[in-house]
Structure formats: structure tokens, C-alpha cells
């Protein structure tokens, strides 16, 4: 299975910081997607990158892929209170569902 | 967009009993998709529910133990059967975006704590 993984698995930071978080899978994909979660509600899509893409942008958002090293990394550039959440990559590759990695808890303090 | 609505939002339940999880979307979507998240976790996918047919299971998953409805375009059920502590986790439903998006939208979730 192409099992997203991500790193660090919580990240504390000040409000104003930026924050990285990174996603390696293992197989071929198509895309690849960023999710928020807050405080165990609904999942809500962030951002999707192609795998013929190599960065995209979005408000605040920065996200990277990189098909050779099979990792792509999430950047909140002046991060909020408002950002902490849980943060989950997932991959998708043709004609398959989804598969979501482990999650990053970030928490921005004030 | 799709906006998903869960039934109920949390439950709390005794062991050997079952629930029912209800998932309403405002516009009809020919797959969705039931999801666990146990306690700390990532989401896993339980199933994939078409209309008119049997949903397609995962591995690690049976229909005895998540038996699930599809009796319309906009609308899903999932059971949990015979719970136990081990079911504690969030479940949520989710449907494909607009055609070529090729993202999710996801339901609420429902909480579900079994004692």
C-alpha cells in the first residue's frame, strides 16, 4: 500500500512563525492533497498538487512535491491561532481511493 | 461544493449493541465513502458505497460488522455492529468533489465512545 507518512508528528510554534510540515508516500501517485482537521470534526481540502507539478501556491499556503524523493511539504507562512489543527497529506493515485498519512498536530500559540 | 451533514454528531454506547450513522449530502454524488479515524490516528477507509449495488469493503473491514446502505443518490447509512471499546473512533462520510477537482469533501464526523 502507498501509505502517506508524515513528519513531525507535532509542532509547536508562535503565532507569526512559519510552519512545515512534510509527507513522504512510496508508490506512484497522481496527486497529492493536503487536509485540515479541527479538534476531531470534518476533514476540509486545503490544497492538491499534481504529480506534473513541483510547487503551488495559495493565500498563505506553500506546498511542494517532489516525485523523485516521493515527498512533498506543507507551508503556513505567518501562522494564526486559528491554524492549529491537525494537518493530514493523501495521496491518490489512478483509479485508487484515497490513503491519508499519520498527521501533523500543529498548534500555534499566542 | 457538497455539504455533507452526519447523524448524530456523538454517541455514547454500551458494548454489544449496535448504531446506525447516518450521511446526508445536498446534491446527488454516485459514490461515497465511510471513514474511520481511531483516537489519535489517521483516517482509514472502511468503504466505498455506489448506488444500487454492494459496497466495496477495504481490507481489515466486513460487511457483518459495518453493513451499509446506499438506497439513494444523497444518502448513506453505516452500522456499527456488536461494539466494542476497540470501535471508539470518529466516522465520517465523504464524497468525491466536482468532476476533475479530484478532492473529497468530508461530513462532520461522528464521535462515537462505546463503554
Known amino acids: 500500500s502507498q501509505q502517506g507518512e508524515e513528519d513531525p508528528q507535532a509542532l509547536s510554534i508562535q503565532e507569526g512563525e512559519n510552519a512545515t510540515m512534510n509527507c513522504s508516500y512510496k508508490t506512484s501517485i497522481n496527486n497529492l492533497q493536503w487536509y485540515r482537521q479541527n479538534s476531531g470534526r470534518g476533514l476540509v481540502h486545503l490544497i492538491l498538487i499534481r504529480s506534473n507539478e513541483r510547487e503551488k501556491h495559495s493565500g498563505r499556503l506553500r506546498v511542494t512535491l517532489d516525485t523523485s524523493k516521493k515527498s512533498s511539504s506543507l507551508l503556513i507562512t505567518a501562522s494564526r491561532a486559528a491554524d492549529t489543527a491537525s494537518y493530514f497529506c493523501a495521496t491518490r493515485s489512478y483509479g485508487q481511493n484515497f490513503v491519508f498519512g499519520p498527521g501533523t498536530r500543529l498548534s500555534v500559540l499566542p | 461544493s457538497a455539504v455533507i451533514s452526519q447523524k448524530p454528531s456523538r454517541d455514547i454506547c454500551q458494548r454489544g449493541t449496535s448504531l446506525t450513522i447516518q450521511c446526508q449530502v445536498d446534491s446527488q454524488v454516485t459514490m461515497m465513502f465511510w471513514y474511520r479515524q481511531q483516537p489519535g490516528q489517521s483516517l482509514t477507509l472502511i468503504a466505498t458505497?455506489?448506488?444500487?449495488?454492494?459496497?466495496?469493503?477495504e481490507s481489515g473491514f466486513v460487511i457483518d460488522k459495518f453493513p451499509i446502505s446506499r438506497p439513494n443518490l444523497t444518502f448513506s447509512t453505516l452500522t456499527v455492529s456488536n461494539m466494542s471499546p476497540e470501535d471508539s473512533s470518529i466516522y465520517l462520510c465523504s464524497v468525491d468533489g466536482d468532476r476533475g477537482t479530484d478532492t473529497q469533501y468530508f461530513g462532520p464526523g461522528t464521535r462515537l465512545t462505546v463503554l
Open positions: 458505497a455506489n448506488q444500487g449495488s454492494e459496497a466495496t469493503y
